[in-house]
């Protein structure tokens, strides 16, 4: 008799290497009276949507016996009519594509253009599914620089990409978890240098674009076929329920991830409800303006009681800076408030609530700091 351990059934599947060791992404849900953790958008949808959604979704239901439309049409085109209507750039439905949630974008896109043999590069801390998502696809992941200050490192960057070569380049503006926009020029010199590095796909993630102080950067899509936007509905239209994400490029591209589409992945149901939300953009951008306002208050008052905050266009708020960040995120949900540990060494971040529990979560803050002072 040995003392080994027997292995366990996770040990004895075939998983792939780049596989194990690793952890499905996630935010612990907890039950506490304010969560301020996973972005969300506080506000319930308005009355007025969730009767004209019933009311889309009934007509959906009476022809749930047949497919949907897998091309989701008229969904494309309502969204291409948004994006112009809210950028000023014209976008036309052949440039636009649907699925569930901007992963789902995201995970054709790698699908389409990584793969085995194949890499991308991020410049983290940024998107933790932008990884993940390339790994799950058997695409090499490779881990971009930043400065101090979570700007990304052009002259690095450009170096990195002339250097690996990658065939997919992500940047997320307003960057998640910290919050601050990439600058055009920016973006504009990584798609030069990974032009030169060999003809490579750059995909924009503008998933908090709406919240921004600036602009979207989708009129950059203009001579660059390369290029990609993908934006998401879960934030601003205050949808994360839905799971509908989407993107715009050229043409050439929505043809190419049609290559690696799953049949009719888009339900009749969402499609349905999307289109209704679509129908209320002005009312669902109202509340937005009300979260813009109320997460530069959160940086105000952050600041006001000593912390240090990244600028913010999105959302939320990084904020620290703090020896141990899950002795602090801790502390703080001992005081009925939930924020995030996003593993950034020595900050957290907290999502823009109401005011009420905007409010919850400084006092609780006001408090810890008071701790330490005394």
Do not use: C
């Not at 080994?4 to 009276?33: C, F, I, M, N």
């Not at 112009?84 to 036309?92: Q, S």
């Not at 009420?356 to 005394?374: I, M, P, T, Y």
């Amino acid at each position: 008799m040995t003392g080994t351990t027997p292995p366990t059934p996770w040990d004895t599947l075939p998983v792939r290497a780049e596989l194990r060791g690793k952890s499905p992404y996630g935010a612990p849900q907890l039950d506490v009276p304010v969560r301020l953790n996973t972005n969300e958008n506080p506000y319930p949808l308005p009355e007025e949507l969730v009767e004209r959604i019933t009311e889309r979704v009934r007509e959906a239901a009476r022809g749930l016996n047949r497919y949907p439309d897998r091309d989701a049409v008229e969904l494309r085109t309502r969204l291409a009519a948004y994006l112009t209507e809210t950028t000023g750039h014209r976008v036309g439905p052949t440039e636009v594509w649907a699925a569930n949630g901007s992963n789902e974008v995201i995970q054709q896109l790698l699908q389409t253009f990584g793969g085995p043999g194949r890499t991308a590069i991020g410049f983290e801390p940024s998107y933790s599914m932008h990884a993940l998502i390339a790994r799950g696809t058997g695409t090499g992941w490779i881990s971009g620089p930043r400065h101090e200050d979570f700007t990304i490192d052009v002259p690095a960057a450009e170096r990195a990409i002339a250097e690996h070569r990658p065939d997919v380049v992500f940047v997320t503006t307003p960057n998640n978890p910290t919050g601050n926009s990439v600058p055009a020029e920016t973006v504009l010199a990584l798609y030069e240098a990974a032009q030169a590095a060999k003809p490579s796909m750059v995909v924009v993630d503008e998933a908090y674009v709406e919240f921004s102080h600036g602009g979207s950067l989708l009129p950059l899509l203009e001579g660059r076929p390369h290029l990609v936007v993908s934006r998401t509905m879960s934030k601003a239209f205050g949808a994360a329920g839905l799971r509908l994400g989407y993107l715009a490029a050229h043409p050439a591209v929505v043809d190419a991830v049609q290559l690696v589409r799953l049949p009719y992945h888009l339900s009749a149901v969402t499609q349905a409800t999307a289109l209704a939300a679509l129908e209320h953009t002005g009312t669902l951008l109202r509340y937005v303006e009300r979260l813009k306002t109320e997460r530069d208050r959160l940086v105000t008052e952050l600041r006001a009681i000593g912390y240090e905050v990244t600028e913010s266009d999105a959302n939320f708020v990084q904020f620290g800076r703090f020896d141990d960040a899950r002795a602090v995120w801790r502390k703080i949900l001992d005081r009925g408030v939930l924020v995030r540990d996003n593993g950034v060494p020595g900050w957290l971040r907290v999502t823009a609530g109401t005011p009420q529990e905007n409010d919850a979560f400084l006092d609780a803050v006001r408090e810890l700091k008071k701790e330490q002072s005394a």
